[in-house]
């Protein structure tokens, strides 16, 4: 019987666990990198994963979401599905070349970026949508490549129209910069 696919969204809910979770779960999350050390918090990757009905098939597929699980820990369980990541990325000046380095990365590169980005957004205080960065990790190098191409087109997208934003409006003049009547 194949397992139960993941709630609707999967991400929210393993956020949610995360900012619901005692500080040291949270801490233990933040320290392991599940490429480097998969067995350092087993324990606390599997009992959220399974609090959020996240049901991996496989082991491949358990290190991909305890990857997002270290990921979403290293943010303290800070999601917000209404801002986009690639806006948010250009807001912080994050530039082309790493979104360039991001988006053309393979499963063993984005295991890599993925955490120094998190913490990046850690430190800038950022909340994000993080499903488009989850497709990426569950998806990319899988028989699912084309849920990891959209999710890169969403990221590029919405990171060339944040970042064109200001140029339009810097054309307007400002009321301080509009001659005295």
């Known amino acids: 019987m194949p397992a139960a696919p993941?709630?609707?969204d999967a991400v929210a809910s393993l956020a949610g666990q995360l900012r619901h979770a005692d500080t040291g779960t949270?801490?233990?999350l933040r320290r392991f990198h599940?490429?480097?050390d998969g067995r350092a918090a087993m324990f606390e990757a599997e009992r959220l994963l399974h609090a959020a009905q996240v049901q991996p098939q496989d082991d491949?597929?358990?290190?991909?979401?305890a990857l997002v699980l270290?990921?979403?820990a290293?943010?303290?369980g800070q999601h917000d599905p209404r801002a986009e990541p690639g806006a948010v990325?250009?807001?912080?000046r994050f530039s082309e070349a790493r979104l360039r380095q991001l988006v053309e990365a393979d499963d063993t590169v984005l295991a890599d970026l993925l955490p120094r980005m998190a913490r990046r957004l850690a430190a800038a205080g950022a909340a994000v949508n993080w499903r488009p960065f989850a497709e990426l990790l569950l998806h990319t190098g899988t028989d699912q490549e084309a849920r990891a191409d959209q999710a890169r087109r969403r990221l590029v997208e919405h990171y060339l129209q944040a970042q064109h934003a200001p140029?339009?409006?810097?054309a307007a003049p400002s009321s301080a910069e509009s001659p005295a009547a």
């Open 6 to 8: 993941p709630p609707k």
């Open 26 to 28: 949270v801490a233990r």
């Open 34 to 36: 599940p490429q480097q």
């Open 60 to 65: 491949a597929q358990r290190q991909r979401w």
């Open 70 to 72: 270290h990921c979403l």
């Open 74 to 76: 290293i943010v303290q």
């Open 89 to 92: 990325l250009a807001r912080l």
């Open 167 to 170: 140029a339009a409006n810097s």
